[in-house]
Nanobody, 116 residues
Framework: QVQLVESGGGLVQPGGSLSLSCAAS????????MSWYRQTPGKQRRELVA????????TYASSVKGRFTISRDNAKSMVYLEMNSLTPEDTAVYYC?????????WGQGTQVTVSP
């Protein structure tokens, strides 16, 4: 059974930093695209924050470019999100997603709150 578990969320002041981790179990994910999404209250859709392909190519939302960094460890089936210079607009539930073709797996989400 595949399971993705995020960790590292919490409360941080504006300008602060947080590091998120997502650990996967139940399969081998080295060939999967690993991504982070976020969802804020009142929004139905989850927003893509950052993504890393198996080649190492990264994609970032324009709102986080230069502040967030995604990385992955294929041997450990983990993906990370380093978040710097956080603003209240970054407040959301953050989800990791592993995908390959039509197959996708999601974590349960971790809350990130940026507030004075």
């Amino acid at each position: 059974q595949v399971q993705l578990v995020e960790s590292g969320g919490g409360l941080v002041q504006p300008g602060g930093s947080l590091s998120l981790s997502c650990a996967a179990s139940g399969s081998i994910f080295s060939t999967y695209v690993m991504s982070w999404y976020r969802q804020t209250p009142g929004k139905q859709r989850r927003e893509l924050v950052a993504s890393m392909a198996t080649s190492g190519t990264t994609t970032y939302a324009s709102s986080v470019k230069g502040r967030f960094t995604i990385s992955r460890d294929n041997a450990k089936s983990m993906v990370y999100l380093e978040m710097n210079s956080l603003t209240p607009e970054d407040t959301a539930v953050y989800y990791c997603r592993f995908a390959r073709g039509r197959t996708e797996y999601w974590g349960q989400g971790t809350q990130v709150t940026v507030s004075p």
